[in-house]
């Protein structure tokens, strides 16, 4: 593709993805000023300088920050284990037992270089940012040798695009850069344009933007073209590269939920902005109120004595007033105590919509671990989609990114990823949470045949080894800590032949069979 073709598609993609951007931009901003006030603007703004002067209550402040902390500690914790690689659908259940002890190692692998990286921090700023809909990850591989590298990409300068299927097939991102910078980030091979030479230019700061969009023309196999040029500058493209694979295209764009004909996402902070606006403007009303307490409003008689330009209420002051003058203090016509009523409420309704009250105040007798294990089952359902929706759009993704990495540096051999041989099962807090009900609605089956027909019929309807194998599952056991069928038979023979000797030898069966188990 030309040059001249190419910048006109990147172009048109360009003013799609803002025209789309436009209308959330306002909303957006809203939301970074009442809730993350330390955040980059959308408009311009000088560094360092303080956003908060319009926040007159920090409480959607501190909820947010709980919403991405809960969040991370519900869906990645940090130095954890939050998902494992399993055998897929393709295969049997003898040949997912056989395949499991070595993806239990790519597993390990995977997770260490994920724990040596900045991806805990990285992952925080995500969720801070999908509070309001949309996030932005970009995932670089600076080497065999050094950790992967985590960059959050914050809204201002992320647009984006849906292709034909309603997913993510274009993705921008616009930053400040020097000429010299270029080479740094894109390696030798980088070309600076026209415009940003000269002996002038070496400290001057350009816009740069980089785009990542499907070609679609590559049937099967995923491919991304990959540009970057100098905003104005449609003479050469700074670096162009292609991605090729699951897992190449090192862009991770997720969103919390959103509407079929939209790009961006839209997320609690998002949903809850007018109980956001409606809790600062009472607090504002109630500190001009409590103003108006503190200095009072007060009335007194032109006339002649009293001097209205200057006069000032300090304590100790002592103010001239005619005879039949003075000054009297002037009552206001309303009552503002109504609002105390309605700040509870608000503010709990914002928790509500940030999920901050799932655990409740920690007053009282401290909840059992059955009652944290409810909540937490509680808290999944009430997620619901956009729970589904994190995981194929964030995490699953973010996998393929980390084994193709992995693959790539030879740190691990994982060629093909898909559902079908290999497939990724969540293990997180929130994924167990879910899979509680599964356990009790086995227990609670294997309880009602056993109390109703006795435990004869039930050990003769239910397979107690496919029960164990499937509760080792749902718990997300290591294979290697449970025995495979061959191991299983070979055990039994072992102990049914020794029990046999030991029985002919006049010794009691039980005291046979426990001496010889393992």
């Not at 914002?350 to 105040?361: H, M, N, P, V, Y």
């Not at 993704?397 to 041989?421: A, T």
Request: charged share 25%; aromatic share 10%; proline share 6%.
């Amino acid at each position: 593709m030309e040059y001249e073709d190419k910048f006109k598609e990147i172009k048109t993609r360009w003013e799609k993805a803002q025209k789309r951007a436009d209308t959330f931009i306002q909303t957006w901003e809203e939301c970074y000023e009442f809730t993350q006030p330390n955040r980059p603007s959308f408009y311009e703004e000088v560094e360092g300088e303080r956003r908060d002067h319009r926040i007159y209550d920090s409480s959607p402040v501190t909820y947010t920050q709980e919403f991405a902390n809960k969040m991370q500690s519900g869906l990645a914790p940090s130095g954890s284990r939050w998902a494992t690689f399993t055998g897929g659908s393709a295969l049997d259940d003898d040949q997912r037992r056989r395949i499991q002890p070595e993806l239990d190692q790519i597993t390990g692998t995977v997770f260490d270089a994920i724990n040596e990286s900045n991806f805990a921090d990285s992952l925080n700023e995500v969720l801070m940012e999908l509070s309001l809909g949309t996030s932005g990850l970009l995932v670089n591989d600076p080497g065999r040798g050094r950790p992967i590298n985590h960059i959050a990409v914050p809204l201002p300068a992320l647009r984006i695009d849906n292709g034909w299927d309603g997913k993510v097939d274009t993705i921008f991102r616009t930053q400040l850069m020097r000429p010299h910078e270029l080479e740094l980030a894109w390696g030798k091979t980088a070309v600076i344009p026209e415009r940003m030479r000269g002996e002038g230019n070496q400290n001057k700061y350009f816009k740069i933007r980089d785009v990542v969009f499907r070609d679609w023309s590559k049937k099967g196999t995923p491919t991304w073209n990959y540009c970057v040029y100098c905003d104005g500058d449609d003479s050469m493209l700074i670096f162009e590269d292609t991605f090729k694979g699951r897992g190449a295209n090192p862009w991770i764009i997720s969103r919390w939920s959103t509407y079929s004909s939209e790009a961006y996402g839209r997320g609690p902070v998002f949903n809850a902005l007018g109980d956001i606006k409606a809790l600062n403007l009472t607090m504002q009303l109630i500190f001009e109120n409590a103003e108006m307490s503190i200095s009072g409003m007060w009335t007194a008689i032109d006339d002649g004595v009293l001097n209205m330009d200057t006069v000032t209420f300090v304590p100790g002051v002592v103010l001239p007033v005619g005879p039949n003058g003075g000054i009297q203090p002037l009552q206001p016509g309303g009552n503002f105590d109504v609002s105390m009523l309605i700040l509870k409420e608000m503010r709990q309704n914002i928790r509500k919509a940030l999920f901050a009250d799932t655990l409740g105040a920690p007053e009282g007798t401290p909840m059992s671990a059955t009652e944290v294990a409810q909540r937490m089952s509680e808290l999944a359902r009430t997620i619901g989609a956009p729970l589904s929706r994190l995981w194929n759009e964030l995490f699953v993704p973010y996998l393929e990114r980390v084994v193709y990495i992995l693959n790539k540096r030879k740190d691990i051999d994982l060629p093909l990823l898909d559902d079908k041989v290999v497939n990724i099962v969540p293990q997180s807090p929130l994924a167990r949470a879910s899979r509680n009900e599964d356990i009790s609605q086995l227990v609670n089956f294997s309880q009602v045949v056993g109390s109703t027909f006795g435990p004869q019929i039930a050990a003769l309807y239910m397979k107690d080894d496919k029960i164990i194998e499937y509760l080792a599952d749902l718990y997300n056991i290591p294979a290697n800590l449970i025995r495979n069928s061959a191991e299983r038979e070979q055990t039994a023979t072992q102990v049914g032949q020794a029990a046999t000797d030991l029985q002919s030898a006049g010794l009691d069966p039980n005291t046979a069979l426990q001496s010889v188990m393992p």
